[in-house]
């Protein structure tokens, strides 16, 4: 049976964990409220490690330049810098000139 993760909703202050995993199968009703303390409970959506393992790998910077993909990192407030990529891209980005390029284009 999978585990699911369920989390109190916001204004929780029970003595229970934020967070609760239950065993149930994928048939059964989701849990809407918490046993314990009867507080709503929101299901998490969460997936599965080996899963969230392969997004890493593909999401790696070695593998996003493979495909051609840019990837910028932020340095400060609205500014970007390039952490693989081919070299044709920009080595920096800046947030109030590519919003000075959208506003040119007419892009609200
Ligand atoms: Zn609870």
Not at 83 to 106: C, F, V
């Amino acid at each position: 049976m999978p585990i699911y993760e369920y989390k109190h909703t916001e204004g929780f202050s029970g003595d229970c964990k934020e967070v609760q995993e239950y065993f149930h199968s994928i048939q059964a009703k989701s849990y809407t409220e918490c046993p314990k303390c009867k507080h709503p409970l929101q299901k998490v959506i969460s997936m599965p490690a080996k899963h969230a393992e392969s997004i890493k790998d593909k999401m790696s910077d070695k593998n996003l330049s493979r495909l051609g993909f840019s990837k910028y990192v932020k340095s400060e407030d609205g500014k970007y810098e390039k952490a693989s990529g081919p070299s044709e891209a920009p080595s920096t980005l800046d947030r109030d000139a590519m919003k000075q390029n959208l506003d040119n284009m007419g892009v609200e």
